[in-house]
């Protein structure tokens, strides 16, 4: 007997105060048959403070292929799947992807619960107006490059883990000036929350005023570089993908032809990056 394939649930979680579950993650987190998550641990507090006993699984960035696949055996045999993260939504900054792409390819159906998100809660409270914004999230370990690349005309929101964000907003200050603005969100909806907006130049004192400055969960959100043309900061975007690649000429020369920047303007530039 053919079974009808169960349905893949991208469910958001509170990122600290569990009052912010909705009633519909609440009933769809109680009728899954399976809650794939990336600590069952942190996941069973949240279900437990609501009463519910569903089955989880393990599901997290080190175990996300083969844990994926049970998963997706579970759907192709009709359960329906709840996935969470931690805390916020799945697949943002965190494991999840991988399955939902999987769970696409095989004509699943994946319907999104949305519901908090640390990135857009902290940018709709920085008061930055742009048409458009960037998600970095966390910056790689090594940051070549990296930080020029956040010089854009536009505001760019990125996740830091406690012990790095003072090297972090340090590097920002040196690499983009002073004068760029920032907001500092941290533990946001937990009891010590704090949403604070400054200048890079302010920013590193700002966090080194007491210890509990430097605890907790924190979004970064800078504002957009005045005066930057938008076609020159992709340019330099896709310049600083191509010089890991190529000699400054060339990748002058290829980020030119894509971006319609003139070549001799990113190839300066790239001069001065490789020096």
Not at 49 to 58: D, L, M, P, Q
Request: include cysteine; glycine fraction near 8%.
């Amino acid at each position: 007997m053919n079974r009808t394939p169960g349905t893949l649930y991208v469910v958001a979680t509170p990122i600290g105060n569990l009052a912010d579950s909705s009633p519909r993650s609440i009933e769809l987190l109680r009728s899954s048959d399976i809650v794939a998550c990336e600590d069952t641990r942190t996941t069973r507090l949240l279900l437990a403070h609501h009463g519910i006993g569903a089955r989880t699984v393990a599901l997290h960035a080190h175990n996300e292929r083969e844990a994926g696949e049970k998963l997706l055996r579970a759907l192709r045999e009709g359960s329906n799947v709840a996935l969470v993260s931690d805390a916020g939504t799945p697949a943002i900054s965190d494991p999840g992807a991988l399955l939902v792409a999987a769970a696409h390819r095989e004509g699943l159906r994946v319907i999104p619960v949305p519901g908090p998100n640390a990135a857009i809660a902290a940018y709709s409270a920085s008061g930055f107006s742009a048409g458009s914004f960037q998600f970095v999230g966390f910056l790689p370990a090594k940051k070549t490059n990296s930080f020029k690349e956040l010089d854009v005309p536009w505001p760019v929101i990125l996740y830091e883990a406690p012990h790095r964000v003072l090297a972090t907003v340090s590097a920002l200050l040196e690499h983009l000036g002073p004068e760029r603005e920032v907001v500092i969100a941290r533990e946001i909806t937990k009891k010590f929350e704090e949403v604070a907006r400054m200048t890079l130049g302010t920013a590193p004192a700002w966090l080194a005023a007491g210890p509990h400055r430097q605890a907790g969960e924190f979004v970064l959100v800078l504002g957009p570089a005045e005066g930057k043309r938008p076609e020159l900061a992709e340019g330099e975007r896709v310049l600083g993908i191509l010089l890991e690649h190529l000699p400054a000429s060339e990748a002058a020369k290829l980020s030119a032809k894509i971006t319609g920047v003139p070549r001799k303007e990113l190839y300066e530039i790239a001069v001065k990056r490789t020096k």
